[in-house]
């Protein structure tokens, strides 16, 4: 039977990582998943709005075999989570011993993920910028969406960074391998997918 995961993202940026993420799976798996992304539009909810969210998805009328959240470290309010290990233990203590529940964090933001593709990101800009350095160390003080907005702020082809829109041109017909070897937490939400789907890890 094909396995349903939801995935829980936290905004429509996270969604338009989708289709990548399908054209990873389909290259390493013989039976795809159905994924279900489903977008908060906010930073991931907390508590028993977290619990009741994600029991819903398991539980409701087409129930998944298995629910992803995937929340940003950073949030805005740094008092909310200070590190991977942090976010990820809040999100289960929130949710409790379910085992199908797997918690994930993009460290410190999802655009972390794109900064591996910095030599496409300069020449999708023309920006002089120097890559910011090793993806998931790009931290609170600064965190990847910032370097993104001034790359596409200070490009000679571009004047502002679109979150939906350049993350996909950014994406397009890229290897989430070649990401994942520079951002171990890509390379962990990775995994749990191609395990639950039965393929081998990364």
């Not at 992304?37 to 907390?46: A, I, Q, T, Y």
């Not at 200070?82 to 011993?97: I, L, N, S, T, Y």
């Not at 410190?108 to 993806?135: C, M, S, V």
Request: proline letters at 7%; hydrophobic letters at 35%.
């Amino acid at each position: 039977m094909k396995q349903r995961i939801v995935l829980m993202v936290e905004g429509y940026t996270e969604a338009a990582f989708i289709p990548t993420l399908r054209g990873f799976l389909q290259s390493r798996l013989d039976q795809m998943p159905k994924l279900d992304p489903r977008p908060w539009n906010g930073p991931m909810p907390k508590g028993e709005k977290l619990r009741n969210w994600v029991m819903g998805h398991l539980t409701g009328r087409e129930p998944a075999d298995a629910v992803i959240a995937l929340t940003d470290v950073y949030t805005g309010d740094p008092r909310r989570f200070q590190a991977a290990a942090d976010a990820k233990r809040q999100m289960r203590d929130w949710v409790g011993e379910e085992t199908r529940f797997h918690p994930h964090v993009a460290l410190h933001d999802f655009e972390a993920w794109l900064l591996p593709y910095w030599r496409d990101i300069q020449r999708l800009t023309g920006t002089q910028k120097k890559n910011p350095g090793i993806p998931e160390q790009v931290n609170h003080d600064k965190p990847p969406a910032e370097h993104l907005k001034e790359s596409f702020a200070t490009g000679k082809n571009t004047n502002h960074y679109r979150k939906v829109h350049d993350a996909t041109r950014i994406l397009q017909g890229k290897d989430l391998a070649l990401a994942a070897a520079a951002c171990p937490e890509l390379k962990s939400f990775l995994n749990t997918i191609l395990r639950l789907c039965g393929g081998a890890g990364l």
